[in-house]
């Protein structure tokens, strides 16, 4: 069955430090990868998309299929990034519908 | 916001009474999901709809019905609440005009039941 996995409920680092979120993820075929993002009580936001290959607030993803993994990146951490972090997928056929992990709250401290 | 709103943000109800949760977008998206959203669970698909009156099951549909009679609106019903149903519910659409299955969500409907 597919799954997403995302193996560390809580992250925390310090501002200015690399972040790394992962996501790994159960699919055989060729499947569409996200990262979303909320913010204490606010609605999800789509961060990224693997198609787009593209960076956002200073965070970057890349799908590696070998590793079926889509972990997501930041050089240097700040305070503003602190929130609920969603890795999801997609594929052909599915209504759309998207896979979710459970999720990883990344904690930026000063 | 992708045009995309859920009415009310907050309610309160007693549990056995009947419960509405409306999501409304201006975006003309083909597809809408409903979401139900608890610590430790993530989000999890209750029903969806893949176009007006076409709907199907999610994964924690108990106790839940939806309709879709038009393409702006889709509705969450809790036909007899229980205190398991507190949560918070988001409403996602996707579709429209997208080679990309991306969803874009609403602000959320924070249902207590007491």
Request: a positive charge; glycine letters at 8%.
């Amino acid at each position: 069955a597919q799954r997403v996995t995302q193996p560390e409920k809580l992250l925390s680092v310090f501002k200015g430090a690399p972040v790394e979120l992962k996501c790994n993820y159960s699919y055989s075929g060729s499947p569409e990868l996200f990262w979303y993002v909320q913010y204490s009580r606010q609605r999800l936001q789509l961060l990224l998309r693997h198609i787009s290959r593209e960076s956002i607030k200073g965070f970057t993803a890349d799908l590696n299929k070998g590793e079926t993994s889509f972990h997501l990146k930041k050089p240097f951490a700040q305070e503003e990034d602190s929130a609920m972090y969603y890795c999801a997928l997609s594929y052909a056929g599915n209504n759309r519908k998207l896979i979710w992990g459970l999720g990883t709250s990344l904690a930026v401290n000063p | 916001d992708a045009g995309i709103t859920q009415s009310p943000r907050h309610k309160v109800t007693e549990t056995g009474t009947p419960v509405t949760l409306r999501c409304h977008q201006t975006e003309n998206h083909r597809y809408m999901y409903w979401y139900r959203q608890d610590p430790g669970h993530g989000l999890r698909l209750i029903h969806y709809s893949y176009g007006v009156k076409d709907t199907d099951k999610g994964e924690v549909s108990d106790g839940y019905s939806v309709s879709r009679s038009k393409t702006e609106d889709f509705l969450l019903t809790l036909e007899s609440a229980t205190s398991s149903q507190t949560s918070v519910y988001f409403c996602a659409i996707s579709g429209r005009g997208s080679v990309s299955n991306e969803q874009y969500f609403g602000p959320g409907t924070r249902l207590t039941v007491t």
